[in-house]
């Protein structure tokens, strides 16, 4: 069966689906469409999922060391309480309150993603939803990946490094037209760490706890 790996996109979502060594691009308008995609075996999201109430998720700690001087695209997860503001100076008072540190203006804008996530995954199966990071897949699919995302040598190396494992080349040549490269290639990493997680053979990072909703604090690849 075939496992889907999705990425953010300016408002919307980008699917891989991946079936053996093939990959279909998809464009999702929200998340009711990512969980939509008809047999699929397990979602891996570039997304929190885990909330903490106070303080940062020992998972983005560890995803951030791992990372090196590529940390930096670990986001802090909001806390869930930020969830239920309606503006961000709301969201750095309620954040405030509860860990003493106000919330960033980016993970702020992630919030109606997260927020969107985490009402839908009310009515999805336990574990059918696994939150990863496409640069912790890309260094675990080959170490030489090291330049940023965004430049041609960043692109190029994270191409190489999907290659051995899927027709990621194919998958880019019949990608839906408003779907960016970065995103495409995000998604297909977060489709490959699907794989794993699927077939038993993922890697976690988190300290095993579980927010106040019982979803898992972890990022995997």
Do not use: Y
């Not at 060594?21 to 990512?34: E, G, H, N, Y």
């Not at 839908?120 to 090291?146: C, M, Q, S, W």
């Not at 077939?199 to 706890?209: A, I, K, L």
Request: net charge neutral; glycine share 8%; with cysteine.
């Amino acid at each position: 069966m075939a496992v889907l790996g999705v990425d953010g996109c300016r408002g919307a979502w980008v699917g891989a689906l991946l079936a053996g060594r093939s990959v279909t691009l998809l464009a999702l308008p929200d998340i009711a469409a990512v969980l939509a995609v008809p047999n699929v075996e397990l979602i891996a999201i570039d997304m929190p999922i885990g909330l903490s109430d106070d303080g940062p998720r020992a998972c983005d700690v560890e995803a951030r060391r791992r990372l090196g001087r590529a940390g930096s695209s670990v986001f802090p997860a909001p806390l869930r309480v930020v969830l239920g503001c309606a503006h961000h100076a709301d969201a750095c008072e309620a954040s405030r309150r509860a860990s003493g540190k106000a919330l960033s203006m980016q993970a702020w804008n992630l919030v109606p993603a997260i927020r969107a996530l985490d009402d839908a995954l009310d009515g999805a199966p336990a574990g059918h939803v696994r939150e990863v990071h496409p640069e912790l897949a890309f260094r675990a699919l080959d170490d030489r990946v090291a330049a940023p995302k965004a430049s041609a040598r960043g692109l190029a190396q994270r191409v190489r490094a999907l290659q051995p494992v899927m027709d990621v080349l194919d998958a880019l040549a019949a990608a839906p037209a408003a779907v960016p490269a970065i995103d495409a290639l995000d998604a297909c990493a977060a489709a490959w760490s699907a794989r794993r997680l699927a077939d038993g053979r993922g890697t976690c990072v988190g300290n095993g706890s579980t927010d106040s909703r019982g979803r898992p604090m972890e990022i995997c690849w």
